[in-house]
């Protein structure tokens, strides 16, 4: 399904924009750990941009909607948005492949 | 609320007249049209029109960059990329690379807000152009949360106190817009059209709607020339000509006495009908050697022949029209009808007639800009190039090439001749191997006209109609 499935867990990261810590910011967030946590694993990087601290780089970054996440980690680049509810979708718009089924 | 009746001037040439002075201020326009119509053109000349009158913008843009807006701009004299250099215009570049992969959710457009606002603020716009919003609905797919944040993407423009003009991409059938954008914008519409007529393209504007203030809905030929769009201001006000009693001679005495004694009306519009060769010319010629008799300027606008052609011509039908041409008071100007679209050719018609100011015109003939059709395009442009004759009282003879196997009235100028006032019929037929020329008069709006088919004798003294013994009516 993607290129680099294979790179360990601690390589890959992602950035979650966010414009204020809104209780829709934070489910998101809490929703982006956990999938990660999952399908990718526990070391791998999430960090947040909350453009309401640094309105700058919502230009800079070309941020156009709220909440976006963009995998920086491992090339190439892949964005999604949206809250995370459909995370099938969020799984393929970030090219994470799904892990099996836990036992 | 003063806010809905405030205008602000887009200053597109033309526009603003059709606008009633330009669009609503604090509020959104939408102008909506098809691929390579102008939409671009326009919100550029909308944010280098207020630049120049110390309106700061913003042009949010998603396919072109600053450099490719500098290339497409720079062969128009409105200065686009200067603005942007001295800092009155701020290019917006919302990359479409930045577009996601995927939609997971709700989301809102909060990231685009930012970036508008710190545009906004960095250049104090008064004005914003987004080019296309289409760009944005498709790269984000539509959904709820698309339609809601478009309306406070709408809201917060409004809030923000800036003019707001978005372009789309026009739909088909009901819809103005392909993604329905009409809907979120209630105040002004603009619809922007191009198509290929008679194989010259054509451009059209028109207002569709502008909510707390009058406009019509008519369609006004546009330009797009160094200027950028430009709008060819006929204005349509039918109602408004002064009805002159006034008479004037149509330079052809028996003419004159077949319309009661004295010729047309002032200000009035004379179509001459015929087939090839049956005096069509020949009458124009009489009708600006006539006014130029009078000490009246005269303009002779021919489709068909060169001015030293129609000099030598005329001259041979008893119209040495040469002495007012050096006089300076008759300019003749030939043009060729494949030399730019119909409403190039009507803007050229206006231009002229502001340039020469004459009190006497002939277009000749005006069958070749104009396309045969019962309610097209070319009727609504003819309208208002009539209106706009009538307004400055130029009385005009527009001559119209009927095909040589058809009777003088046919069909094919019922859709011009509903404007005219008067419609002079020519015939040519042969007979007994010479030529034999006739004509009558079908109407003429308020004057007791002879219903009589007269004879045409063109001779080297000038045209007549000559009474025929038969004294046969004229079939309506």
Known sequence: MDQNPEAPARDWHFLLYVAGMTPNAEATHRRLEALVARHVGPEAVVAIVDLSQEPARARRDGIVAIPTVIRTRPAPTHTVIGDLTDTARALQGLGIPEAPPRA | MNDILSKTPTHVPGLDHILGGGLPT??????????????????????????????????????????????????????????????????????????????????????????????????????????????????????????????????????????????????????FTRRGLEEYVADCVILLDFRIQNELGTRRARVLKYRGGPHSGDEHPFLIGSNGIELIPLTASRLEHEATRERISTGIPSLDEMLAGTGVHRGSSTLVSGSPGAGKSSLGAAFVHGAC????????????????????????????????????????????????????????????????????????????????????????????????????????????????????????????????????????????????????????????????????????????????????????
């Not at chain 2, 049209?33 to 550029?44: D, E, I, T």
């Not at chain 2, 200067?82 to 997971?104: C, M, N, R, Y």
């Not at chain 2, 809030?159 to 707001?164: H, L, P």
């Not at chain 2, 001259?315 to 494949?338: H, K, Q, T």
């Open chain 2, 26 to 175: 604090r509020r959104i326009s939408l102008v909506a049209g098809g691929s390579g119509c102008g939409k671009s053109v326009l919100a550029a000349q909308f944010l280098a029109g207020g630049a120049r009158a110390g309106e700061p913008g913003v042009l949010v843009t998603f396919e072109q960059d600053l450099d490719d807006l500098r290339r497409d701009l720079s062969g128009f004299d409105f200065a686009f990329g200067q603005h942007v250099e001295t800092g009155s215009i701020e290019v917006l570049h919302v990359d479409p690379g930045a577009f996601p992969d995927a939609t997971t959710g709700s989301f809102t457009l909060d990231g685009l807000l930012l970036q508008l606002e710190s545009a906004i603020e960095k250049v104090s716009a008064k004005r914003v152009a987004v080019d296309t919003l289409e760009s944005v609905i498709s790269e984000l797919g539509e959904s709820g949360s698309l339609r809601r944040e478009l309306r406070r993407l709408f809201r917060w423009l409004e809030a923000r106190g800036v003019t707001t003009l978005v372009t789309a991409e026009a739909g088909r059938g009901e819809a």
């Open chain 2, 293 to 476: 008799r009078r000490g009246e300027r005269a303009l002779y606008l021919s489709f068909e022949e060169s001015p030293e052609q129609i000099l030598r011509n005329m001259g041979a039908v008893g119209y040495d029209l040469r002495p007012w041409v050096d006089e300076g008071r008759l300019d003749i100007e030939s043009w060729r009808p494949s030399q730019r679209g119909l409403e190039g050719h009507l803007f050229g018609i206006q231009r002229a007639v502001e340039e020469h100011d004459p009190r006497v015109m002939v277009v000749d003939p005006f069958t070749s800009i104009a396309v045969s059709e019962e309610s097209g395009p070319s009727r609504s442009m003819l309208v208002r190039l009539v209106d706009f004759l009538k307004a400055r009282g130029v009385t005009t003879m527009f001559t119209a090439l009927e095909a040589a196997d058809v009777s003088g009235h046919s069909a094919s100028n019922s859709h011009v001749s509903s404007l005219m006032d008067t419609w002079v019929v020519l015939e040519a037929e042969r007979r007994e191997g010479a030529r034999q020329r006739y004509g009558w008069i079908l109407k003429s709006r308020g004057i007791e006209h002879s219903r009589y088919v007269r004879q045409l004798a063109v001779t080297d003294e000038g045209v007549t109609f000559v009474a025929t013994n038969s004294n046969t009516v004229a079939a309506d």
